[in-house]
C-alpha cells in the first residue's frame, strides 16, 4: 500500500554511500553527493556525526560538513571525545583520543564547526562533563549520555545539569554489568531522556527494542541509523575515521579484527521496518520515532513529504519520491 509521511531525520550518520564524513580528507562535494542517495531513503534532514577524534580531526571534517550549503544537514553531532576510555563503553572510539570534558575545548571545536555543533554526546562521569552539560544546555546545544560506565547517581547529575538523551541506548556500554542497579535501567527509567536506538538487528536484539519503546513509549523513542560509509554498499571493508571497519555479509559492521560493533550500515527506511516487526507497532506509530519526533527533539522542521510503498508482511519500506 502506498503511505505518505514527513520526511525522515536521522540524528547520528557517520557517512553514507561510500562517503566517510570522519576522514579528515572527506570534501564537501562528497558530503554532498551523498545527501541523494539519504534522500531515497526517506532522509530529509540529517546531522552529520564526528566521533573522537584530535581537535585537529575534528576541525577538518567540521569544516568540510558545515561548507555544505544544503538544508538536509541540520547542524553536527560532536560523539566524542569526552567518553569512557575503558574497552566496551568506549566502542569503536580511538582511546589515544579520548578526554576530559573541557568547555574551552568544545569551543575550539565550536568554533571550527562555524557554530552548527547541535548535539553533544559524551560520559557523564568524564572529568568536567557536569560543568560542560551546563554550559552546553545555557547555550542551547542538546546533550546526550553516551559511551559510558556511569553510576546511577552520576546519570541523576547529568540529567539534572541537562542532559537531555540517552545515545544509542543499550550500546556504547559494558557486555557485563550489575543486574540492577546500571545505567541502561536509569535511562530507560528518566522521564527525562529521549532514547535514540539502533534497530539493525545486530546491536539490540528484538526484546530490547520491544522494551526500550514500552518504558520511553514513541513519544520519546528516536530511531537512528549509526549509518557508516558502508551504508547502501557492498560487504567489506571500510574505514571510519581513523579505525578499520569490516561490514560482514549479514550487514554487520565490525571493528575490524575485534568483535565489537562499529556504526551500522543501517538505512532509516529498514530501521521503521525492523522496529515494526521487532514491537509489533503499527507503522503509523512507528514513523514519528524516524521524523517528527527527532525534529522536536532537535527544534527543527520537516517540511518535506516522502511517498513510498508498505508491504505490511515483509515490513519493508520502499521509498518512491520526496517533494
Avoid at 572510539?93 to 578526554?99: I, L, S
Avoid at 560487504?235 to 571510519?240: E, H, S
Avoid at 516522502?306 to 515490513?315: F, K, R
Wanted: aromatic share 4%.
Amino acid at each position: 500500500m502506498t503511505v505518505q509521511f514527513p520526511g525522515l531525520v536521522d540524528l547520528q550518520v557517520n557517512g553514507f554511500a561510500g562517503v566517510d564524513f570522519n576522514s579528515p580528507e572527506v570534501r564537501p562535494e562528497q558530503i554532498a553527493g551523498s545527501i541523494p542517495a539519504l534522500r531515497m531513503t526517506g532522509v530529509t534532514r540529517f546531522l552529520p556525526t564526528i566521533i573522537t577524534g584530535s581537535l585537529d580531526h575534528f576541525a577538518r571534517c567540521a569544516r568540510a560538513i558545515a561548507s555544505v550549503n544544503d538544508p538536509a544537514i541540520a547542524g553536527i553531532h560532536q560523539e566524542g571525545p569526552y567518553i569512557s576510555p575503558t574497552d566496551g563503553p568506549r566502542g569503536a572510539h580511538p582511546r589515544a583520543h579520548t578526554m576530559p570534558a573541557s568547555v574551552d575545548d568544545f569551543k575550539r571545536r565550536q568554533e571550527a564547526a562555524g557554530g552548527r555543533i547541535v548535539l553533544v554526546t559524551l560520559a557523564p562521569e568524564a572529568d568536567g562533563a557536569i560543568a560542560l552539560i551546563e554550559y552546553l544546555a545555557a547555550s542551547g546545544v542538546r546533550v546526550a549520555i553516551g559511551h559510558s560506565e556511569a553510576a546511577p547517581e552520576t546519570i541523576h547529575s547529568a540529567i539534572s545539569a541537562g542532559a537531555t538523551m540517552s545515545t544509542h541506548l543499550g550500546n556504547g556500554c559494558a557486555a557485563v554489568m550489575p543486574r540492577h542497579p546500571n545505567l541502561i535501567w536509569e535511562q530507560l527509567a528518566a522521564d527525562e531522556l529521549h532514547a535514540s536506538l539502533i534497530v539493525d538487528g545486530h546491536h539490540l536484539p528484538p526484546a530490547m527494542v520491544k522494551t526500550a519503546v514500552r518504558a520511553k513509549s514513541p513519544a520519546r523513542t528516536i530511531l537512528v541509523t549509526d549509518a557508516i560509509a558502508a551504508a547502501t554498499c557492498p560487504p567489506g571493508p571500510y574505514r571510519l575515521g581513523e579505525v578499520d571497519v569490516v561490514v560482514g555479509p549479514d550487514r554487520r559492521v565490525s571493528l575490524a579484527g575485534t568483535p565489537y560493533l562499529a556504526g551500522s550500515a543501517l538505512t532509516m527506511d529498514d530501521a521503521v521496518g525492523n522496529t515494526v516487526r521487532f514491537t509489533g507497532l503499527p507503522l503509523d506509530e512507528v514513523l514519528p520515532m524516524a521524523s517528527t519526533v527527532p525534529a522536536a527533539y532537535l527544534g527543527i522542521a520537516t517540511a518535506e513529504t516522502v511517498i513510498a510503498d508498505w508491504d505490511p508482511v515483509e515490513c519493508k519500506l520502499l521509498v518512491r519520491r520526496v517533494h
